[in-house]
């Protein structure tokens, strides 16, 4: 209800029936008088013949001696108040009257500053007398506005981490186009057209050649292209999948790919540098474990998995009682993917491996939904 409402009604209608409930009525109209002054007096006005339309308009609605607000309380609550109440109205309705003084005319172009635009848009320049009048002036010695501190992304600050392991082993960082073409993200990796692997892989084409990567290894290709052997990099980057998004999947993620490239390298080089990497990652307590898998861009390929972080390997709802957890794939270098780097897979050979980086800030920080990343949820960003 507003306030031309309320003063329009008797007490009884607005079931004020003890001085309690009366003097609460009567605070909310002395609130009212203040925040409508203070209303004007932030506001301020152009010219003097505004200032005066202003504060007439203003005491008017309070104070008219026939339809003001004043008055309406005077007949609608004073004269209709029943004879226990009255004593409290009476005294409450003098307060009100005392402190609705400030609205008179003459009261309110004291306090009223004027505020003249100046040349540029939206810059006030103040009166001398609106300066010095306590409520018109603007404070300049209050502080400025405080725009809160970022912090870098868990998604960027596992990135950086696992780049530093593998750049201390001696790999450079590579990066390539998000938007690829098919022959780099699937034809160079020995995924021509009619793999069935295409399918897991599908994902935006912007048309029949060109398409959003599916993965980071387009980079390893061109980097081979570029260096040739012998070649130790890594790939971080985004892409992009078909998957529908739920906790675990994403459209857009992250992945750091690896690829090693010289004379006489094997799986068990492979092996030696992931276990050093999930060490320094997870902590000196993991132990690592190699399956089989299949990828169509190495031979042979495996999985690595790392014992559980959250049970140390006893078996739990995350590992689903296991005791391991698959942290990424792995494997030789398919010899038909060095020959699309223009690398003579008779002479050298390669091991590569891929792993998605917000899984890995999962693990690490005990998060369930992948979901959360994208979010931009500050809430949640700010616990890193
Ligand atoms: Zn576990």
């Known amino acids: 209800?507003?306030?031309?409402?309320?003063?329009?009604?008797?007490?009884?209608?607005?079931?004020?029936?003890?001085p309690d409930?009366?003097?609460?009525?009567?605070?909310?109209?002395?609130?009212?008088?203040?925040?409508?002054?203070?209303?004007l007096v932030t506001r301020g006005t152009a010219d003097e013949s505004e200032r005066e339309r202003l504060a007439k308009e203003l005491r008017d609605r309070w104070l008219a001696r026939k339809s003001g607000i004043i008055s309406s309380i005077d007949e609608c609550w004073l004269k209709t108040a029943p004879k226990e109440l009255k004593p409290a109205v009476g005294r409450a309705f003098n307060e009100l009257r005392k402190a609705s003084a400030v609205l008179e005319t003459n009261e309110l172009l004291k306090a009223i500053p004027l505020k003249r635009r100046g040349k540029r848009q939206g810059e006030l320049i103040f009166s001398a007398d609106?300066?010095?009048?306590?409520?018109?002036?603007?404070?300049?010695?209050?502080?400025?506005?405080?725009?809160?501190?970022?912090?870098?992304?868990?998604?960027?600050?596992?990135?950086?981490?696992?780049?530093?392991?593998?750049?201390?082993?001696?790999?450079s960082i590579e990066s390539g186009p998000e938007i690829e073409s098919v022959y780099y993200n699937f034809e160079a990796l020995n995924i021509p057209e009619s793999h069935p692997a295409r399918d897991d892989w599908d994902t935006l084409y912007v048309n029949s050649q060109v398409l959003l990567r599916t993965h980071t290894s387009p980079v390893q290709i061109r980097a081979m292209e570029k260096h040739g052997a012998p070649l130790y990099i890594i790939c971080p980057g985004k892409c992009y999948r078909h998957d529908n998004p739920d906790s675990t999947h994403a459209t857009m993620f992250h992945q750091v790919e690896g690829l090693?490239?010289?004379?006489?390298?094997?799986f068990a080089d492979l092996k030696g540098t992931l276990d050093f990497f999930a060490r320094k990652f997870f902590g000196e307590k993991i132990r690592t474990n190699f399956f089989p898998s299949f990828f169509p861009f190495t031979e042979p390929s495996g999985d690595l998995a790392i014992s559980c972080v959250f049970c140390e390997g006893k078996g739990c709802r995350v590992c689903k009682e296991s005791g391991w957890v698959e942290v990424m794939g792995c494997g030789m270098v398919h010899p038909e993917v060095l020959r699309h780097g223009g690398i003579d897979p008779g002479r050298y050979s390669g091991w590569a491996f891929g792993l998605g980086v917000e899984r890995f800030a999962m693990m690490k920080y005990d998060?369930?939904?992948?979901?959360?990343f994208h979010q931009g949820d500050a809430r949640f960003l700010e616990q890193f």
Do not use: C, W
Not at 3 to 17: G, M, P, Y
Not at 23 to 36: D, K, M, T
Not at 147 to 170: A, C, K, W, Y
């Open 260 to 266: 090693a490239v010289d004379t006489d390298i094997s």
């Open 21 to 39: 409930e009366v003097n609460n009525l009567f605070a909310g109209v002395i609130a009212a008088v203040e925040s409508e002054r203070q209303k």
């Open 130 to 171: 609106a300066g010095t009048s306590k409520m018109g002036g603007r404070d300049l010695t209050l502080p400025g506005y405080r725009r809160p501190l970022g912090s870098v992304h868990p998604v960027t600050q596992v990135m950086r981490e696992i780049e530093d392991i593998f750049l201390g082993l001696g790999f």
């Open 1 to 18: 209800m507003t306030i031309d409402e309320k003063v329009r009604k008797t007490l009884k209608e607005l079931e004020a029936k003890t």
């Open 367 to 372: 998060i369930n939904d992948i979901q959360l």
